[in-house]
């Protein structure tokens, strides 16, 4: 096992990272992250695009004085041009031509963050100067936002009735603990994201808000693969006494590992290729709006997943008395086993005795389990725990055919 | 199930799209056509209207009340599907809506107010103008007396023809009350008019110029309509009347608008919008072009709790049904006794009667903005829901109940012209949208090929099908639904087809789990399918949920969003249901499927022979 490189044991699945154990550091990077980005909600707060916080809009005919006839992106720039010695800070939308369904003498609006009326004033008046336009046919306007409050109340509302629902579905798929533990990690995925827009400074557009919820499926998306795994790992661990839940949880996070991975990146490459051609090729804009929020989230949320979902579940888990017990169970077992007292059962096995003591506990020999460890808690395992596996299943013996 | 059989129904999914594209749902044009889905406004541009509010008696509407109408017209848009529309308020009177494509019946009736009325019909008049300026006779008179004494309006020869008696619908009933004395009269006198404000005060000091003291005088003394029947030449006196604009006409009394016989209605339709929402004041209004007065409004829209659109089983016809807030049914009972008890002396009844003939109750006329959607006699005393019967069809019956449900637009606006828009982004932005899918397919595909190998191409093969069955879902939806698909809605469907991958990814790992333990690639097949089928439902069922709540609870934009995540994950569903899973199973059974280099499970495979000898 040990000869061979990470990539090569992540591939099988025997990474053996100790996430779980080290879950302490995790909670403390986790709660630091929650902190900075609730100080930075305060302080910060959120950079608001124009269709949250409204602005002005210029409005500016198609025609110049010298009778030419102004292209949409002359326009766009121009505008741009005037409101940024105005205000360098100051957002600029794309023009947009406005024109009779007669179709005669067209404009060009565009619009911009909020300014105050001196500001407006004096970009209209390198406006006239720049674009050659009738200074009278220049006009602006304050806009309200076309995102009303309306409609973030009601996507707060429906984010809230979602978790209440998929706490319920969680419990029920799974049981409380996994739910908790899935909300928190997908809670923290959302907080940590909104944190790290509030800190950079990143502006927020619809496109933004509609990324931000894309994330709330796929963040559970990957907390449910890698609980499905740790049910199935530690089904019945209680009847065994070969390995704590910890243990169990961690090597179904090993297992978990590379899949968290595979799907982490399958799921990336695309939202990677609108940023890249969003922020890359076209500088700003929807793509690069939703890109930039899928990114960061889709990339928190494969991470959670691993390291704070699985650890604040074994937290909780290591609380309930039957897990207790067992845990101290386990770890008495293997005192007594170091001490030489009990024999252990499975030892003589080996590793290639994939196979378990009883029905559900897991029979590998060691004490805890060993980098390369399988899953082991097969149902239709042969029951009697002879090594070589007469089971209904074929054992490492006869697999050669 | 069978493989084959299980490709066979999504072939026949598949078919079954691709005909509704092509054929159905309002399908025209060329083959290409056919094939376009509907773009968003960001895209390809669209309509834009501005609607001006109103400016009432020199006041400019107050910033809440210009927000209130804007969420009011944007759930209107939305009602109409889901399409995403911006709404914004510019300066401070106006609201500008857009819309993708071309849409200008769409945004006619969106800035209607929707100011509903409920009020007893109490006088009626034929619309006379034509006959009072020019009397049959051609003798001109310069000195008829007005009919100070005219009893009830009789209806002329250009009154209305009586038609069936309309009416209302509900539960009827309830004890009956001895009537209180109505009190209503047709008896005109400005005093008893709700104070005019100064604006229409103003506007009415001119009206009075305008027509010249003799005639203005002559109006104001009318307690009743002209009897133009008993002297053909009484119309002459009020000439000038005929000449007043509709807003002029609307800075006069009601009563005035309705004695005065050379009004013509065309005159009163003309009348701003808003003109007659004034609850306190009697309004005159046409209605089966004839002049009917109507009392104050007794009841208004803000009564009712809910109205819903209802296909009444007995007469085929669409009407609207109502329910009324707990305050609005105690003032609707009230309303309605008054109606229905009304003796045959009451001015009502007389106006009810000239209207429809026979009687036997008065009628209440349902006033929506300025004008007169039905009137029907009133039944019996009604309590409970209600129904308002009109010419409606489907869509106007949704419309109306929409537009009740949503609530009044507290300001009254008038629409500008609807004008085109270009679009913001364009189609550089577009071909860079599909760019970046290109370029996010080609890494997936690329990923795939070289970390599964052949399996790649099953994952290459179901990313093309989900994308083709998404193509058709929208173009059709896009027809059928409205379905708008903006830049952030293709980013959306880049992304979904990248998780949907994804799914693929769980099988496979648990395809090598299974190999990894020992199994042959045929029994792995089914044993990591049965297991990987549970994460995949569980987790797309979690997306699911998220759409399906989002789509019911939110609006705009994101009712949209949810619209399209909910749909994407449907259909990868399907694609790993009906598509992926056979073709794998069919794939096991090849010999190809064991070879290292083909599968990619080689090094499972390789490494399951060799742990036995570790041992």
Redesign the interface.
Same mark, same amino acid.
Request: hydrophobic share 40%; proline share 4%.
């Given at each position: 096992m040990a000869r061979e490189g990470l990539a090569?044991r992540l591939?099988?699945?025997e990474a053996n990272v100790n996430v779980i154990g080290k879950r302490k550091i995790w909670f403390i990077v986790a709660a630091a992250l929650v902190l900075l980005s609730v100080g930075s909600f305060a302080i910060n707060q959120f950079h608001l695009g124009i269709e949250f916080a409204?602005g002005t809009?210029f409005s500016v005919p198609a025609k110049t004085t010298d009778g030419r006839t102004l292209t949409?992106a002359e326009a766009s720039d121009a505008v741009e041009r005037a409101i940024q010695s105005v205000d360098p800070n100051a957002e600029v939308?794309?023009?947009?031509?406005?024109?009779?369904?007669g179709?005669n003498g067209g404009s060009f609006t565009v619009r911009a963050s909020a300014m105050t009326a001196q500001q407006a004033e004096a970009a209209k008046t390198a406006l006239v100067e720049d674009l050659k336009v009738p200074s009278e046919a220049v006009s602006d306007?304050?806009?309200?936002?076309?995102?009303?409050g309306?409609?973030t109340r009601?996507?707060l509302?429906?984010?809230v009735?979602?978790l209440v629902?998929?706490m319920v579905?969680l419990v029920v798929?799974f049981e409380w603990r996994m739910a908790v533990a899935a909300i928190s990690s997908l809670l923290l995925d959302l907080i940590v994201t909104a944190g790290i827009y509030s800190l950079v400074g990143f502006e927020v557009t619809?496109?933004t808000?509609?990324g931000f919820?894309?994330i709330?499926?796929?963040s559970?998306?990957d907390v449910?693969?890698v609980f499905?795994k740790v049910q199935?790992n530690t089904r019945g661990i209680t009847a065994g006494s070969t390995r704590t839940y910890s243990e169990a949880a961690n090597l179904a996070v090993n297992?978990?590992l590379?899949?968290s991975i595979?799907?982490g990146?399958?799921? #990336? /490459?695309?939202? +990677?290729? &609108?940023l890249?051609? $969003?922020a890359g #090729? /076209?500088g700003a +804009?929807? &793509?690069k709006d939703? $890109?930039l929020v #899928?990114f960061v989230g889709m990339g928190l949320g494969v991470l959670f997943s691993i390291m704070f979902a699985a650890p604040v579940l074994t937290a909780l888990k290591d609380r309930e008395p039957r897990i207790k017990a067992h845990t101290a169970r386990v770890l008495a077992r293997r005192a007594a086993i170091r001490s030489g007292d009990v024999a252990p059962r499975a030892e003589r096995s080996?590793?290639?005795?994939?196979v378990t003591e009883s029905d559900e506990a897991p029979a590998l020999a060691s004490a805890a389990p060993r980098p390369g460890s399988?899953?082991t808690a097969?149902r239709n395992t042969n029951r009697s725990g002879r090594p070589g596996g007469a089971g209904n299943?074929?054992?490492?013996?006869n697999?050669?055919r | 199930m069978h493989p084959g059989r299980q490709l066979a129904v999504l072939g026949g999914i598949f078919v079954v799209l691709y005909l509704l594209v092509f054929f159905a749902g309002g399908a025209s044009g060329s083959f290409t056509d056919r094939l376009h889905p509907k773009l968003g406004l960001d895209l390809v541009g669209g309509t834009q209207a501005t609607y001006i509010a109103s400016v009432q008696g020199g006041q400019v509407p107050s910033k809440e009340s210009m927000e209130q109408a804007r969420n009011i017209i944007e759930n209107r848009v939305n009602a109409l599907g889901v399409s995403e529309a911006e709404v914004v308020v510019q300066g401070d009177r106006n609201i500008v809506v857009s819309l993708a494509g071309k849409a200008d019946d769409q945004l006619k009736d969106l800035s209607q107010a929707a100011q509903m009325r409920f009020r007893l019909l109490i006088g009626t008049t034929g619309d006379v103008s034509a006959t009072a300026l020019n009397p049959p006779s051609a003798a001109p008179s310069g000195s008829a007396a007005p009919s100070a004494g005219a009893s009830a309006p009789a209806p002329t020869g250009s009154a209305p023809a009586v038609n069936a008696t309309p009416s209302a619908g509900g539960q009827g009933g309830g004890e009956v009350m001895k009537a209180p004395t109505p009190t209503p009269t047709p008896t005109p006198s400005a005093s008893a008019e709700a104070p005019a404000s100064a604006a229409e005060l103003a506007t009415r000091e001119e009206v009075q110029k305008k027509v010249g003291a003799a005639q203005w005088a002559a109006a104001e003394k009318l307690t009743a309509p002209v009897d133009l029947t008993s002297n053909p030449e009484a119309g002459k006196q009020f000439a000038n009347f005929a000449k007043l604009s509709g807003t002029e006409v609307a800075a006069l009394t009601a009563q005035m608008q309705f004695n005065v016989p050379t009004i013509s209605c065309k005159q009163l339709d003309d009348r701003p919008n808003g003109a007659i929402d004034d609850v306190n004041t009697d309004a005159a209004v046409c209605y089966q072009s004839a002049k009917v007065l109507l009392d104050k409004a007794k009841v208004v829209g803000d009564d009712i709790s809910k109205a819903s659109p209802q296909l009444d089983q007995q007469t085929g016809q669409w009407v609207v049904s109502l329910d009324f807030t707990g305050a609005g049914s105690t003032k609707w009972a009230a309303l309605t006794r008054q109606a229905f008890e009304a003796t045959s002396s009451d001015p009502c009844y007389v106006a009810a009667q000239s209207l429809y003939g026979s009687v036997e109750h008065c009628a209440v006329a349902v006033v929506l903005d300025k004008s007169v959607i039905s009137a029907p006699q009133i039944q019996g005393v009604l309590t409970g829901t209600s129904q308002i019967t009109g010419q409606f069809n489907a869509t106007s019956a949704k419309q109306l109940a929409d537009q009740l449900n949503f609530g009044a637009i507290p300001v009254t606006f008038n629409s500008g012209p609807a004008q085109t828009v270009s679009a913001t982004l364009g189609i550089q932005q577009l071909q860079a949208g599909l760019l970046a899918a290109a370029i996010g397919m080609g890494l997936v595909a690329i990923y795939a090929f070289f970390y599964y190998r052949l399996l790649g191409s099953v994952i290459f093969m179901s990313l093309i099908l989900s994308g083709l069955l998404t193509f058709g879902a929208l173009v059709f939806l896009g027809r059928t639904m409205g379905f708008t698909l903006t830049l952030a809605g293709i980013a959306g469907f880049i992304v979904s087809l990248g998780v949907a991958a994804d799914s693929f990814v769980i099988y496979f790992e648990r395809l090598k789990d299974e190999i990894h333990e020992g199994r042959s690639p045929r029994s792995a097949v089914p044993r990591a399918w049965a297991r990987a089928r549970r994460t995949i439902i569980s987790a797309n069922a979690i997306t699911i949920l998220a759409a399906v709540v989002l789509y019911i609870v939110s609006v705009g934009a994101v009712q949209g969003f949810a619209f399209a995540l909910g749909l994407s994950t449907v259909l990868d569903l399907l694609v790993v249901f009906l598509f992926r899973h056979p073709i794998m199973t069919m794939f096991a059974s090849t010999k190809a499927f064991l070879s290292p280099r083909v599968s990619g499970l080689g090094r499972v495979l390789r490494r399951a022979q060799t742990d036995p000898k570790e041992a």
């Open positions: 090569s591939y099988a699945g409204g809009s949409q939308g794309a023009a947009q031509e406005v024109s009779g369904i179709g306007d304050q806009v309200s936002a076309a995102w009303g309306q409609v009601q996507a509302l429906g984010l009735i979602f629902l998929v579905y798929r619809p496109s808000v509609i919820l894309t709330l499926g796929y559970l998306y449910v693969v499905d199935e297992q978990t590379m899949r595979n799907t990146l399958v799921a #990336l /490459l695309p939202v +990677g290729g &609108l890249f051609i $969003g #090729l /076209l +804009g929807t &793509l939703l $890109g #899928l080996g590793r290639n005795a994939n399988r899953p097969k299943r074929p054992s490492g013996g697999k050669r | -």
